[in-house]
């Protein structure tokens, strides 16, 4: 059985940083891609930033130059250090894994709230 288990969130004030994490457990799979959405409130899910095995990076333009998405695949573990928050990065954080046994499947943490106010 797959489990993600997300920590890191919370209320910061604007100009700070957070890191969050997300650990896969479970056995008999490889991990594909990795990424992190965010969700806020009365808009859709969006992509945050992704990283496949070999560590390209994707970042969407609203997080490009203050987010960092990086993995270690020795612990089968996401991060997203998230520097110079703006209010508007305030949302719900999930995580997203494809799991990959005789196919891929994609999971999702459970979520974790951001808040960036003074």
């Known amino acids: 059985q797959v489990q993600l288990v997300e920590s890191g969130g919370g209320l910061v004030q604007p100009g700070g940083s957070l890191t969050l994490s997300c650990a896969v457990s479970?056995?008999?799979?490889?991990?594909?891609?990795m990424g992190w959405y965010r969700q806020a409130p009365g808009k859709q899910r969006e992509l945050v930033a992704s990283?496949?095995?070999?560590?390209?990076?994707n970042y969407a333009d609203s997080v490009k130059g203050r987010f960092t998405i990086s993995r270690d695949n020795a612990k089968n573990t996401v991060y997203l250090q998230m520097n110079s928050l703006k209010p508007e990065d305030t949302a719900v954080y999930y995580c997203?894994?494809?799991?990959?046994?005789?196919?891929?499947?994609?999971?999702w943490g459970q979520g974790t709230q951001v808040t960036v106010s003074s």
């Open positions: 990283i496949p095995r070999d560590g390209r990076t």
């Open positions: 479970g056995s008999g799979f490889s991990i594909g891609v």
């Open positions: 997203n894994v494809g799991v990959r046994r005789l196919g891929t499947v994609w999971h």
